[in-house]
């Protein structure tokens, strides 16, 4: 009875002997956890390459960073796959393209009517200013007013602020309720790139599977409207090394930004523009909910 054969041991493992489980839970660790003993069994994983395994886990909890190898292993894209594959049986379609949300979104960024400066006013000049604008539509190109156009992107260094400690809280994150005509804008600078820690939990990884941490120049946006749905969404600056090889395969066509440079300022001084500067127009379209 105690004797057990692998096949006996999973089936103990994952055999339900008390009345309040989660059917549910159950059916998906028991399926995860067979085919981990297959996988230990097939590859014949000795015992000091499991602990590594199982330290690495550990060391990756405590580090935060298990929403970033997710999007690195191509989970969160995955499931946006899935989500577009249920839309096309569904016969849902039209609307800009889902992108992943990331690890890196922070709720509750300051909130302005219209227009607003993403990047702080006075500081010197930490890119190429921009201002991106246009306005949220429904799928039949109805204006949408009052819809929150929540905006989060990396500083001239490539990091977040909430996940880096040299910046102010909700630095370089804004919300942007659209006006009567569906319109937003915003004044910013394009930002860089993002390259996951170096020495982390990730890193490490990524150096073993020889694979790069790199993500091409990106803009998130979170866009929230009553009776549309919820768009969570990206859009690449063009012209990065790194737009067609994403560490989190976020990039997809539709959300590479047409940069317009050179715009003469005019109009666009109660953003504090006042020489020229890159014009980056794009509409946010939502379907219905
Ligand atoms: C990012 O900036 C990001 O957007 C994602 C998806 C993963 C890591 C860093
Ligand atoms: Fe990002």
Known sequence: ???????????????????????????????????????????????????????????LASSGQAGLITAGLGFDRLLDIRLDEADERAGREGGTPRAIEGPLYIAGAPLSKYETRVDEEGEEQRGETMVMEGRVLDINGKPVAGAIVDVWHANELGRYSHFDPDQAEYALRRRIETDAQGRYRFRSFLPPGYAIPPNSPTSELFSAIGRHGNRPAHIHFLVVAPGLRTLTTQVNVPGDSFIDDDFAFATRDGLILKLERNTPPKGYESLGVTTQFTRVPFDFVMQPA
Do not use: C
């Open 1 to 59: 009875m105690n004797e057990l054969t692998q096949t006996q041991l999973l089936e103990r493992v994952t055999h339900s002997n008390r009345p309040d489980g989660n059917p549910r839970v159950q059916k998906i660790t028991a399926r995860i956890v067979g085919d981990l003993f297959r996988a230990i069994d097939d590859l014949d994983i000795q015992p000091d390459e499991f602990w590594a395994g199982v330290d690495w886990l550990s060391r």
